[in-house]
């Protein structure tokens, strides 16, 4: 007969134990219930912030496909147990249900603890544990965001590890963040003082007040605020307040039946996770286990895999847990493992602080010097995945050289030995995923998770694990080039939520070497998407493609082309004669383009700004052809003239066109307005493509012509114009934030889709009904652009400092690069091109 | 390289060059990409990219492979190394390399 199993609590924890059970229980002997005070299935609860970042919440989701279609497998949302019967051996739930149970596992995780300051219970006072809090302090954010004016604030109380995570979100909800700490540093339980100090500079540069060494003293409303007063005086004017002072034990359900609870909180289990009662069992962050409370996953992990190997007839136990971390926050590496604070009796320290880099390690070490016993690195962590699987471990080199700014010390994950965990959030050692990637034949790191479990914490194993399949043989690598370990999409975001405004910043903080013709560019794009200033202003400059640089198209014999905006091809004749006039008078190469417009070939660089002055006089301005941006929006003439058009798609393809002008993209963008459903426009073809219908117009996206030929998808159909825009807008934003570098719209919606989700579907979710959340802020960046667009010609010839670049030679500014010649064809200008020098051949 | 029989070009102040930013010099008929780096190192080599004739080297991306600092044609994006010249992409070819040097805040150049 079937016993009956009843798991408290669906969080990490306990769906890992339930899913051990499915791997472990092959003879059926265990029917498991589960109850959950939580209205979702578990999530993944560390990667909680992600979901301020856009990640969909279904992308959280923890639970393994069919976990809970078996017969003798049930959860049940929504549903808290209340109590327990310890001798008739049944619970109680908040629905009045009394099940019975021949095992109970306690797996009820921790509550944040909020400190009694008077106030702390005021609407605008929120914790950070669940995605209902998540939503709670957006919802607060955005009703500040439309009634305050002025900057809005935000104040964390608690500087730890997951405080400053909730000073990051609300950053990333556009407000100023203010940490409150009452030690005297921040990460008191991570960093010592030495990376606590480095820490807050880093922090402070981020726009995050830090206040550390004071508590909050009273919060009070105050006129639709609040007003927080900290113990040193302080006055803080508040919208949102985030309790994260420290989670504590969710103990009361064991306390209540007379379970045995440590001194400090949590349920005490022994090394088989089982309680003062035979019959029930406790795990994750819930226990109490060898006299400790556990706050992170990896241990908790550990645990239901001990338990579920005793239900089923094992004998494991429970030894002692890594509790190494590693965050990013808002831009900063930090991390620490083993035992950072040396705590270890003589234990010795080697610190280096590096004040020109902006970053600081410091490694513990045995008293003899031979062991690393664990360390602390602050603005640069790239050290953490080769270091921390060498805690307990006799030091592979010289531990000044380990740590030092240019690495040496061939401490690369290749010098492991096969026994290192490389993941530990799984226990997953190097030798199990090498031994999986021979055997198994994988050949990326979707694979080794899936067959190893390795990097489904976490993630910050993910880079070695890349390394290692690299070290086998397997390329793989979505980093962007030699520089950066990061995709674009990832580089977008740091820039966004770091403040980061230059490149030489970017690449200290977040890769390495000098940049290169791939990175550069990516990064100027992505600079140019967020800041809106002059791509040729300052540093930025240099970070140009030839086309950015001078602003026009480089041919292949060194002369550029120009090609000024004729938006939706439509055309003054006085305008016409200009182009001509110009075309003529700098002898250039006369062509009207695929896309409705005219392209001036063969003009010197030196001559772009005389060429450009005549333009600008005229009313034209850049077309950016040149870009990476919105190309044209072509158009038919549609209903003013058209016997068949419905609407007018030449003042819609104008106005789009004029709007999204000059946004910089991770590709070309291109759209079309057909005016009926004839679409002589060819808008199905275009990255955005609008065709009148009788009552409005049908919109597609994600199509193209070029080297892979794709029809867009209809996204939405019988719109109205303001809706129309909206979506536009929305689209292009939420492209120019996640796609990868050269990445077209088509390949991008394509790329949005996955085994279990639809890309159109998921887009319509997130642009049109706000899935995300994210439709305000993506608005609001569209408008802003659209605010600051001031046409890059105009600029350039208004600045003689700009100007200065466009010169033939340093030495000799007007003569002419002497190898650009031309002879006539068809009456038109051709160039004659040199040939390449016979190649050297060197040494 | 030694300093007998070099002749220097002055060609512009050092101010005039843009760090990590290349610039085109003509002395005496040859055309010249001058660079200067984020560390203020220069380097001087031919203007003229090997694979397609066209005077361009000068426009390119300036970066680092390795520890070489480097250069990338506009035109198909070949890497240069600016200390030997040497094609990273394909090491049949380089680009010439000249001596170049500062005195006095003013950049000179010489045809070897
Ligand atoms: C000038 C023009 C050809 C012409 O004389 O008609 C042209 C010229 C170039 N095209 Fe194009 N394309 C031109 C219309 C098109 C079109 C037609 C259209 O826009 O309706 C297409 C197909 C539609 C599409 O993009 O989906 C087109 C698909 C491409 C592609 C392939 C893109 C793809 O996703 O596969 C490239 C390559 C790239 O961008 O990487 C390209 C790249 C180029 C570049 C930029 C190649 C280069 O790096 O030198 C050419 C230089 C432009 C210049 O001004 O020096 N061009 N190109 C057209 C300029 C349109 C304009 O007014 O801005
Ligand atoms: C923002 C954030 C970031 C984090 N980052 C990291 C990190 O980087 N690394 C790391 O290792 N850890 C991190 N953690 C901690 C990690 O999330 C926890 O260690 C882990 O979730 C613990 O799992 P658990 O199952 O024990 O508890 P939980 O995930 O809290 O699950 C317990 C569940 O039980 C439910 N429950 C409680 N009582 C009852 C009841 N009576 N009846 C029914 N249900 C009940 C709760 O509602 C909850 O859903 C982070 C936590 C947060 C909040
Ligand atoms: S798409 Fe329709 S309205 Fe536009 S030109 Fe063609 S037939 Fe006329
Ligand atoms: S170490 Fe956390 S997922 Fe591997």
Redesign the pocket.
């Known amino acids: 007969m079937k016993r009956h199993l009843v798991v408290v609590g669906n969080g990490m924890v306990g769906q890992r134990f339930v899913e051990a059970m499915r791997e472990r229980d092959d003879e059926h002997y265990w029917a498991i219930t589960v109850l959950s005070e939580e209205s979702r299935r578990a999530y993944d609860r560390v990667a909680l912030s992600s979901y301020f970042d856009g990640t969909p919440v279904e992308e959280l989701d923890v639970v393994a496909d069919g976990c809970y279609d078996a017969e003798h497998y049930a959860l049940h949302l929504d549903e808290s147990v209340d109590s327990i019967d310890r001798s008739g051996r049944t619970v109680t739930t908040s629905r009045g249900r009394v099940i019975g149970f021949d095992a109970l596992v306690l797996a009820t995780g921790s509550y944040p603890f909020v400190p009694p300051v008077p106030g702390s219970e005021l609407p605008g006072c929120f914790v950070y544990r669940t995605l209902d809090d998540l939503d709670a302090i957006r919802a607060a954010a955005e009703d500040a965001v439309a009634s305050t004016r002025g900057r809005r604030a935000g104040m964390v109380v608690g500087g730890g590890l997951l405080g400053l995570e909730a000073a990051r979100a609300l950053r990333l909800l556009g407000m100023s963040p203010h940490v409150v700490e009452l030690a005297p540093r921040l990460m008191p339980l991570q960093v010592d003082d030495g990376g606590g100090a480095l820490l807050r500079e880093l922090i402070e540069k981020l726009d995050v007040t830090v206040h550390v060494g004071t508590s909050v003293k009273a919060i009070e409303r105050d006129r639709g605020r609040m007003l927080a007063t900290l113990a040193d005086g302080t006055e803080l004017d508040l919208d949102v307040v985030v309790f994260s002072a420290g989670v504590r034990p969710r103990d009361q359900l064991a306390r209540d039946a007379g379970l045995d609870i440590g001194a400090r909180g949590g349920i005490v289990v022994d090394d088989a996770c089982r309680t003062s009662d035979q019959a029930i069992w406790a795990i994750g962050e819930c226990a109490c286990i060898g006299g400790r409370v556990y706050g992170l996953v990896a241990p908790g992990y550990t645990m239901a895999e001990v338990l579920a190997d005793r239900l089923t007839g094992g004998e494991s136990s429970f030894i002692s847990a890594d509790t190494s971390t590693k965050l990013k926050l808002l831009g900063v590496d930090v991390a620490s493992f083993g035992d950072a604070l040396a705590m270890t009796p003589g234990a010795l320290e080697v610190t280096l602080n590096n004040p020109v880099d902006h970053s600081y390690a410091k490694l513990v070490l045995s008293d003899d010097a031979t062991t690393l016993l664990g360390g602390v690195l602050v603005g640069d962590a790239s050290k953490y995945l080769s270091l921390r699987p060498l805690v307990g471990r006799p030091l592979p080199a010289d531990p000044v050289s380990m740590i030092a700014p240019s690495g040496g010390g061939g401490i690369g994950v290749g010098a492991l030995p096969g026994d290192a965990q490389v993941c530990s959030c799984h226990a997953v050692t190097k030798e199990a995923i090498c031994t999986a990637i021979t055997r198994n034949g994988l050949t990326d790191v979707a694979a080794i998770k899936s067959c190893t479990k390795a990097g489904t914490g976490c993630g910050s194993c993910v880079p070695l694990l890349k390394t290692l399949l690299a070290d086998s043989g397997v390329a793989v690598s979505n980093a962007l080039c030699e520089h950066f370990d990061q995709t674009r999409a990832q580089l977008f975001d740091v820039v966004r939520s770091s403040g980061i405004a230059t490149f030489t910043q970017l690449i200290q903080m977040h890769g390495r070497g000098r940049g290169c013709d791939t990175c550069k560019p990516v990064c100027a794009s992505i600079l140019a998407s967020l800041e809106h200033g002059h791509i040729l202003d300052g540093e930025q400059a240099t970070l140009q493609d030839t086309n950015d640089h001078f602003l026009a198209?480089i041919?292949k014999n060194g002369t550029y082309?120009v090609?000024p905006r004729i938006a939706a091809g439509e055309v003054t004749p006085e305008k016409l004669i200009i182009l001509g006039e110009v075309a003529r008078d700098f002898g250039l190469y006369t062509?009207i383009?695929?896309?409705?417009?005219i392209?001036l070939?063969g003009a010197r660089v030196e001559q772009l700004p005389a060429i450009w002055r005549r333009l600008v006089e005229a009313g034209f301005e850049s077309?950016h052809?040149y870009g990476k941006a919105l190309?044209?929006v072509?158009s038919c003439v549609g209903s003013t003239w058209c016997r068949y058009g419905v609407q007018d798609s030449v003042s819609l393809a104008i106005e789009l066109e004029l709007r999204y002008r000059g946004i910089r993209s991770p590709h070309?963008i291109?759209a079309g307005v057909s005016g009926c459903a004839r679409e002589c426009a060819e808008a199905q073809?275009?990255d955005i493509g609008v065709i009148a219908t009788e009552n409005g117009w049908n919109l597609y996206v994600g199509g193209?012509?070029?080297?892979?030929p794709r029809h867009a998808d209809l996204l939405l159909t019988d719109v109205d114009t303001v809706t129309l825009i909206r979506t536009i807008d929305r689209f292009i934003m939420f492209y120019v934030r996640t796609a990868d570098r050269?990445q077209?719209t088509a390949s991008w919606v394509e790329s949005l889709s996955d085994r279990d989700r639809d890309g159109l579907a998921y887009l319509r979710a997130v642009i049109v009904d706000d899935s995300l959340g994210i439709a305000a802020d993506l608005d609001a960046a569209m408008n802003h652009h659209t605010e600051v667009y001031r046409d890059e010609w105009a600029e350039v010839l208004a600045d003689p400092e700009r100007l200065s670049r466009f010169v033939s030679f340093v030495n000799a500014p007007d003569t002419p690069d002497p190898s650009i010649s031309f002879r006539s064809e068809r009456g038109q200008p051709s160039p004659v091109l040199v040939s390449p020098p016979t190649l050297e051949v060197v040494r | 390289m030694s300093a007998v029989g070099v002749e220097w070009t002055p060609v512009c102040r050092l101010d005039d060059l843009q760090p990590e930013r290349g610039v085109a010099a003509l002395v005496d008929g040859v055309q010249m990409a001058v660079f200067r780096t984020f560390n203020d190192e220069l380097h001087a080599v031919g203007n003229q990219d090997p694979f397609t004739g066209a005077f361009v080297i000068s426009r390119g991306i300036v970066g680092s492979r390795g520890d070489a600092a480097t250069v990338a044609s506009p035109l198909h994006k070949q890497v240069f190394d600016l200390a030997t010249g040497v094609c990273l992409d394909d090491e049949s070819v380089r680009v010439p390399v000249y001596p170049i040097r500062a005195r006095d805040g003013v950049v000179e150049l010489a045809l070897r």
């Open positions: 198209n041919q082309s090609v062509k383009t695929g896309g409705q417009r392209d070939l077309g052809a190309r044209t072509k070309k291109k073809s275009k193209n012509g070029g080297f892979r050269l077209r």
